[in-house]
């Protein structure tokens, strides 16, 4: 009898345990059922926010492709639309390199192969061709307008009157092309009255000779200005009636055209005015015997000392202008 009350007891806690556990199970699906219901759109917030996560990572991270930036940028191009990247070392000196190097672009400076363009030069120019006519004149001793006197080398001419530039072309030495090919280096002593023309030479009979017969006449020409090789030293004299209270002073053999002539005086460097017969002239006598200085037209200054007022004589000097 009581092993048959232990058996039903048995029973019914088994009983028991199966009701709890389904009653378990019931709520637990019913609880899921509910939150799914409560959030059906959980899976796609799930999947937006990576992909937000990854576009401001390119945004912020990744530069601006080296092609689509500007080939020459500038500082002001950068500072105005900086890349994503421009805080980084390498990408900012990138960006300075074409202002860093201003001798990249092109200048106006003026090119080395050009020294006129910071020369002392007037119309005559160095590094520059000319166009115009050669005509022929019997230059008789070689003397000229530009007053250095009888020339022992008859190699000479004389510049039109526009480009002789009140003596500003006087001693110059200009190589003359002909059209045959033929060519010459003639040295400027005087100068072509009009009608001469810009550009025109006037050569004398031998230099002439060298481009075309003599009974040619007129040729068509090109030349430029040349910078001498073998021409000694220059030399200075003082014109006919100079003294301590007036003087003209003339320098001569110089390679290069001269752009000025100063002398010394108690306050300084005085520049000289220039006459048409290529005298540089003190009317008042102020540094006339004293420390002279040249300049030629590539800025070069020679300065003499111990040149005496001795008038129309000729006096050398241990000075030359630098080739160019």
Same mark, same amino acid.
């Given at each position: ?46 999947? +937006? =926010? $990576?992909? /937000? @996560?990854? !576009?401001? *990572? ?6 601006? &492709? ?42 106006? +400076? =003026? $090119?080395? /192969? @050009?020294? !006129?363009? *910071? ?6 120019? &160095? ?198």
């Amino acid at each position: 009898m009581q092993e048959t009350r232990r058996a039903a007891r048995q029973r019914r806690h088994r009983r028991g345990l199966l009701v709890a556990t389904t009653t378990g199970l019931a709520v637990t699906g019913l609880l899921v059922c509910l939150v799914m219901t409560m959030r059906p759109d959980g899976n796609d917030d799930a999947g +937006a =926010a $990576p992909a /937000t @996560a990854v !576009a401001n *990572s390119q945004e912020t991270l990744t530069p601006t &492709p080296p092609e689509e930036k500007p080939a020459t940028a500038s500082p002001s191009a950068t500072s105005v639309t900086p890349s994503a990247g421009a805080s980084s070392p390498s990408a900012s000196a990138t960006a300075l390199k074409p202002s860093a190097s201003p001798s990249a672009a092109p200048t106006s +400076a =003026a $090119p080395r /192969t @050009a020294p !006129a363009t *910071s020369s002392l030069a007037g119309r005559i120019r &160095p590094k520059t061709t000319y166009q115009g006519v050669a005509t022929v004149y019997p230059a008789g001793v070689g003397d000229g307008a530009c007053s250095f006197g009888p020339s022992a080398d008859m190699m000479i001419a004389a510049m039109n009157e526009t480009d002789y530039e009140t003596a500003a072309a006087c001693g110059a030495y200009v190589l003359v092309h002909a059209a045959n090919g033929a060519s010459v280096t003639v040295k400027i002593t005087n100068v072509c009255p009009l009608p001469c023309a810009p550009g025109q030479l006037d050569l004398s009979e031998q230099a002439f000779a060298k481009l075309a017969p003599i009974k040619t006449g007129r040729i068509g020409i090109t030349w430029s200005l040349l910078s001498a090789d073998s021409v000694g030293t220059v030399s200075i004299r003082y014109k006919d009636g100079s003294s301590i209270y007036w003087c003209g002073i003339q320098a001569l053999g110089h390679r290069n055209p001269l752009a000025r002539l100063e002398v010394r005086t108690s306050s300084g460097w005085r520049q000289l005015a220039r006459t048409g017969y290529n005298y540089f002239l003190s009317p008042d006598g102020s540094g006339c015997g004293g420390a002279i200085r040249i300049t030629d037209i590539y800025g070069e200054r020679l300065t003499v000392t111990g040149i005496a007022v001795r008038p129309d004589v000729v006096q050398s000097t241990q000075v030359q202008f630098a080739r160019h």
